[in-house]
């Protein structure tokens, strides 16, 4: 793309409109910006100019300017509870340290627009110059009334840490790791942390690059408040009727919460399967010794389990484990002793159990030793014991409305 020609084609500079929708209300409560330029009769996004490093600063700015002054035009027509999405990398933003862009902004708060209808979406993928001078640039921003979003950037460590040091209004999750299967397991893990850390800090999750109706129902199940992609709506020159997709995204939430309550429910009927099961065999091996009772486990779990261990209320393992590897059943004295209280959740379902008097279905997850996705079905022995059984995926797999 040629810079030189867009500068001196400012006219032919313009915005989209892609509207982001609530999960509460299924209609439009935001859009994000994205700049267009329109060239023998063709529309091209602007997305290259801005990504290339090439280009100087100030020909961005000034052909951001031009963008963002025509769509904050178009956005004083709009309903006041509609916010707008301003993507900004560390770069851009910093520019003549951000005074040039505030300035702009606060012409337009003149004219009746409210900051805090702004969302900036930063990015400092990249950035070589003073972190510390950028935050203090966006904590600035905020005294104003401005929001903050951060996009995901690849590096999940460098992320993390930003999102603890910038505690942004909202976390902008993009959907494309989904369509590799390679990806998707490690993706759906660090989301499960990423969704925790955003709770913590009152965060508000938005997916985007939603282009299928499971990306939607992805992004449904992990929290998701607000959704974008071409599978919801594409940018657009104009403003949409807000509730345009409410009836459309009703049908799709009824889908999938009776797909969820279908799941919860054969959760709920394996635990209570499992409780009557297990509770029957320990009351008839009460006075056995652990290497009994996982011997009269296995002839009725043996399809089920694939380990199986007992713990004290503290965690510490007093029975070896005994574990079903290719060649059978075999005993792991090493375990004897170990303690699992560090394990999230552990202490929490010991409380559970002694209060509640029965077993307990874990949620899924990825088991260290073999790596499959597996749950563990946990169950009081008595004040002080309690029996851990964990369940293999060739059975969740047989059963697949547990996975």
């Known amino acids: 793309m040629d810079a030189l020609e867009i500068l001196s084609d400012l006219e032919n500079v313009f915005p989209y409109f892609q509207p982001i929708f609530n999960a509460d209300e299924q209609s439009v409560i935001a859009y994000e910006v994205l700049g267009r330029y329109q060239a023998n009769g063709n529309v091209i996004s602007l997305g290259a100019f801005f990504h290339d490093d090439q280009i100087p600063d100030e020909y961005k700015y000034e052909v951001d300017l031009i963008v963002v002054k025509k769509a904050l035009e178009k956005v004083l027509n709009l309903d006041e509870d509609v916010l707008i999405f301003l993507n900004r990398n560390a770069e851009l933003l910093m520019y003549r340290h951000g005074e040039p862009f505030l300035q702009e902004l606060l012409e337009f708060e003149k004219k009746g627009l409210s900051l805090k209808r702004i969302i900036l979406e930063i990015s400092d993928r990249n950035y070589q110059g003073d972190l ?12 104003y009334g401005l929001k903050i979003a951060m996009a995901s950037i690849g590096d999940e460590s460098h992320y993390f840490e930003r999102i603890g040091q910038l505690e942004p209004d909202i976390l902008k999750i993009n959907l494309q790791a989904l369509k590799s299967t390679a990806i998707g397991v490690n993706f759906t893990d660090v989301l499960f942390s990423l969704s925790l850390l955003a709770r913590k800090i009152g965060a508000t999750l938005l997916f985007e690059n939603i282009e299928m109706s499971y990306q939607l129902q992805f992004a449904w199940k992990n929290g998701g408040h607000y959704y974008q992609g071409f599978y919801l709506h594409p940018p657009t020159e104009d403003f949409i009727n807000r509730d345009l997709l ?7 939430f009824h889908d999938f919460i009776a797909y969820e309550k279908r799941k919860l429910e054969a959760v709920y009927t394996t635990a209570e399967y499992f409780q009557t099961m297990v509770q029957d065999i320990v009351n008839k091996n009460k006075k056995a010794s652990y290497e009994a009772l996982f011997q009269a486990l ?3 779990m043996d399809d089920i389990a694939f380990r199986m261990y007992v713990c004290d209320e503290d965690g510490f393992q007093k029975s070896a484990n005994i574990f079903k590897g290719e060649n059978g059943w075999t005993t792991q004295s090493v375990y004897l002793n170990k303690n699992w209280s560090w394990r999230p959740y552990f202490l929490e379902n010991i409380i559970k ?3 509640e008097q029965k077993g307990r279905l874990s949620d899924l997850y990825g088991d260290i030793e073999t790596g499959e996705t597996i749950r563990t079905f946990s169950f009081p022995m008595n004040e002080h014991d309690y029996l851990f059984i964990d369940i293999s995926y060739r059975y969740l797999f047989e059963h697949d409305q547990l996975l």
């Open 353 to 355: 159990m002694r209060h």
């Open 298 to 300: 296995i002839k009725e």
């Open 132 to 143: 510390d001078q950028f935050d203090h640039l966006l904590h600035y921003y905020r005294t």
């Open 246 to 252: 409410k009836y459309r995204l009703k049908e799709k």
